[in-house]
RNA sequence: GGCAGGGUAGCUCAGCGGCAGAGCAAGCGGCUCAUAAUCGCUAGGUCACAGGUUCGAAUCCUGUCCCUGCUACCA
């Protein structure tokens, strides 16, 4: 048991059938700034993401490249742990669906559903590609050879029955809709809980659970008659099939928190707190997942979130397969660790999607990045080096200093919008604040109030400390609260400006942010500055690519 | 088809009965601490289209045209 308030956010896990693209990577960037957001706060913080790797398709793509399933996703799961480093992705645990606790809870949870009289064997029937396994109705294409599936065009289609066996998810239906009504921020952003709500109120179906045949995926643990399919050498029985790969992937969230080998853990950790999902897999973490919970006598999560988009030009989703893929090595490359995780939470709004394009994120680099805030840090660091040799004056007093003023409503903003999710409006109340802090500069004009020292003029010495004191402060704050979204520049700021970094590499271990952001924290100690050193080096206007 | 959301400056969007706004991009000027930076000013709009309600409509109502999402087992 932990005696501080305990955060519990995961991300969808990513299908590990190729490369990451910045558009799955962008749900990550903004969980991992979420997890940061708590850590620092001092809340006992477990973040956990990973990947989702059984299924017919998986299975499929190993066998085009004539590969053994687990060798493929392998070297999937690589990328996807090499791109998030690259990245400052800071999880708690990277969980893959081949994990052997993984394996062990999805089982239990099946046997639980069971013992609760949720599971009975029942007929699943639909489209059947046999490179590809069973196709939904809205994929598939009517032509006059018959139905054919797109990406097997030439191989007609078979309409098949299997035995399967089925989770009685209309036996939730109540209190699905009691849970909606009672806990109305379940689901965010409310459009998508409208969405949700629609889709009980149209009544809901049973779904299969399972596959027949010992493909890729978790052996189904239960046989047709109800008893074990475990032999006694342990291995599975062929005949029981294999878990559908819905219900071994939302698994993973408890499996994440102990399920359901350390009971403890479950205890400190469910529910999660956050969800955080694209809109595509909303009705999977909002409807199927919190009946296969309370089947199993486990907790609902307390929030989905379902974030936007990154959407190319003219509106289109970004899939590899469209040639509008944006790779995240590029993105990291260009901008930086801090630059890539800054223009992706700052262009996308995290509740809707957004177009965005490459000239837009230089365009947004240049200007906030270098030119706004990296500059403001170069400017105040320079003139406190050139005239007071580097010595950090004090901030001036809360009421009396305009950024002292303007920095309690910049600060009131900042966690409003964290705790509401909306990251981006969480940056554009900094940068508002950054833009506070140049204009001061331009308003007082420490180079002129240095003549005036120079020249022995009364109060100027102390309204140079005053002037310089507060923009130093800015910075300090600013690299504070935006340390989320900028976990590798805000400790180089804060050693420009004599600071120690007090926080480890994830977050963990600091003093409570929210005590650090307070204006003046620091007020009365020394520090020396150090030399003044490009954060952001300016790029220069490229043409479209990548 | 049904339900929901949207169409406002070159771009991204805010405003949702009371003088059409912000940021970026563009042009001009100031300043020199700074990363060709920054600060100020300017320009830029049939608020998708047509009708209606109102003293007054981007905002409310009706119709039309576009765009997007949801409408169950690819994940």
Redesign the pocket.
Known sequence: MIDRPRFYLTTAI??A?SMPGVHTLYEVIGADAVARWHRMQGHETRFLTGT?E?????AMRAAEEGRAPRDFVDEKVALFKAAEASLAISPDRFIRTTDPDHIASAQEMVRRAYANGDIYLGA????YCPS????????VQETPRGTICPNHPEVPLQWLTEK?W?FR??AYQERLERWFEDHPDFVEPT??K???L??IR????????S?AGSGWGIPFPILEDGASAQRPDGTWHPDAGTI???Y??LINYVTGAGFPGDPESVATWWPADLHII???????HS??WPAMLWSAGLEAPRKVWAHGWLLAAG???MSKSRGNFLDPGDFVRAFGTDGARYIALR?V?FD????V?WD?FV??Y???????????????V??AN??LAGERPDPRAEGTSVLGTSWSTTLAAVQGRFDRMLLHEVLAEL??F??DA??V???E????I?KAVKAGEEGAEARLRGVLGDLIEACRLVALAAAPVLPTVAPRILAQLGYAWAYGADGNGGPALLDELRWGAHAGEPGQLTA?E?????LEVETADA
């Open positions: 990513a299908y059938n989702d059984h299924s017919v398709n998986i699943y029937e639909g489209w590809e396994g069973f196709r939904n109705a809205t994929d399967n089925f998810l209309s459009y998508r409208n969405e949700m629609g889709f149209q009544g809901l179906e049973d779904f299969s659970i596959r559908y790969v819905w071994d992937a694209g809109k595509d897999i909303l009705r999977f409807i199927f509106g289109e989703r262009e709004p809707r999607d957004a177009e394009s837009g365009r947004r240049n200007a906030d990045l270098a030119n706004d805030f990296g500059n403001l840090v170069n400017r105040t320079s003139m050139r005239y940068w508002a950054v833009g140049n204009k500069v331009e308003a004009q420490p180079w002129v240095v003044p490009p954060l952001f080096p300016r």
